[in-house]
């Protein structure tokens, strides 16, 4: 059975954004076994035919944000594992991994034994999410919009199938109460900003339009200089000068695999951007900065504070 939880906004945000987590698989030798023998005789089912019948217990979460408000509205408890984007808070991380949440595997996740799959819509291949359905478990898909309102949705759907609709108001409240303050704050700046997702190489891959970084810069306050390009793109040295950006954005696990500031702004093309020449670097954690959230009004303070500072 399925569940697609998307209220339909579409917004100047539309789009899906992508940030880089290393894989890992938990492929046991008897979930294959598993997976044949709860596929066979399987009737099947109908997407969005039905929700979970009773409150579950024992839940797979795919998708760093969905476990953020897992964690929020108290149901850690029900956890019995999740993908390797979900890394805060910090408990999460000692959860079983079923690898990362774009390539999974059924047979990963029928060997957890779960009763309900919470993923978000970016996870896949669809073939393993549709096995897993198959064997008769829930998969609540949640739309990525990268904006506020899908925020609100997830709150709303994770709240309702786990039987915390309570929790889930007081932190919905709460969560609004943080943006109003978030986006009080948010006065346009003239400052151009580049986000490099991949230094590798001599084409540094980074974000255009309708990506999760173009929509935490603009909620910041901040002009992506990336402009009439769509989602993550290779940018040439010839490119990049053009863009002149004054700031380089990226994320933590980023700068520390390019080897530093310095390594990262070495590549061809940024000794010729102000960026380049001022050294202006900014990094923050990838789930924090990209995940959209429970924390996004933090992220977006944070991420604004950082960037007039640099």
Not at 227 to 251: D, F
Not at 281 to 288: E, I, P, Q, R
Request: net charge positive; proline share 5%.
């Amino acid at each position: 059975m399925s569940a697609r939880h998307d209220a339909g906004r579409r917004r100047w945000l539309l789009g899906a954004g992508a940030f880089a987590l290393g894989a890992s698989g938990l492929a046991a030798g008897s979930a294959g076994a598993a997976v044949a023998a709860a596929t066979s005789g399987s009737t099947g089912a109908t997407a969005g035919a039905a929700a979970v019948a009773s409150e579950p217990h024992r839940v797979v979460v795919i998708g760093g944000a969905l476990a953020e408000i897992v964690y929020a509205l108290g149901r850690a408890d029900r956890l019995v594992g999740t993908d390797t984007t979900c890394t805060f808070p910090a408990p999460a991380r000692a959860l079983p991994k079923i690898g990362y949440q774009r390539s999974l595997s059924a047979e990963s996740l029928l060997a957890l034994r779960p009763d309900l799959v919470l993923a978000s819509a970016e996870a896949g291949p669809t073939s393993a999410l549709d096995q897993v359905r198959r064997t008769g478990i829930d998969v609540d898909l949640f739309a990525e919009h990268h904006d506020v309102g899908s925020v609100r949705d997830k709150f709303d759907g994770i709240a309702r199938v786990l039987g915390a609709e309570a929790a889930g108001r007081e932190q919905l409240a709460r969560f609004d109460r943080d943006w109003a303050q978030a986006i009080s704050g948010a006065k346009p700046a003239p400052r151009r900003v580049l986000f490099v997702m991949d230094p590798a190489g001599r084409q540094p891959m980074v974000a255009g339009q309708r990506t999760a970084a173009d929509a935490m810069l603009r909620y910041a306050g901040f002009t992506n200089a990336i402009e009439g390009v769509e989602g993550y793109k290779m940018l040439s040295s010839e490119a990049l000068v053009a863009a002149q950006p004054e700031v380089v954005l990226t994320t933590d696990d980023t700068l520390r695999a390019a080897g530093g500031a310095q390594a990262l702004l070495s590549s061809a093309g940024f000794s010729l951007t102000p960026a380049g020449r001022a050294s202006r670097v900014v990094a923050l954690d990838a789930l924090f900065l990209l995940g959209f959230g429970p924390r996004l009004p933090q992220a977006v303070t944070a991420l604004r504070q950082k960037l007039v500072a640099a």
